[in-house]
């Protein structure tokens, strides 16, 4: 994240879990948003992973699946929730 910021590229975080069903739902969703917008890295995020909790708090993210959306190195938009219509929507407003 720290790369994010200081470089101010485009960035999606995607903070998902293997065991989170709205999490399944979304994540081709994400892929396919993800080839539509290829100047926009975007990065998935475990939050089961081992030593990610430490980080988690201070994000904020508090459930899954939530997404945190960077334009020129500052958080310009989250998601909480698997809600498509306003993933498109953020992406295109920000993205395009």
């Keep these: 994240m720290k790369k994010v910021?200081?470089?101010k590229f485009p960035a999606i975080f995607?903070?998902?879990?293997?065991?989170?069903p709205p999490c399944k739902y979304l994540s081709p969703v994400v892929e396919k948003m993800s080839g539509m917008y290829p100047h926009v890295t975007t990065y998935k995020v475990d939050i089961d992973q081992e030593g990610i909790d430490s980080v988690l708090g201070p994000l904020g993210i508090s459930s899954v699946p939530t997404l945190h959306f960077f334009q020129n190195g500052q958080?310009?938009?989250e998601i909480?929730?698997?809600d498509v219509r306003q993933l498109e929507t953020t992406m295109e407003k920000l993205y395009k």
Excluded: L, M, R
């Design 5 to 7: 910021q200081d470089e």
């Design 14 to 20: 995607y903070f998902t879990a293997v065991w989170c």
């Design 75 to 77: 958080k310009a938009s």
């Design 80 to 82: 909480i929730g698997a």
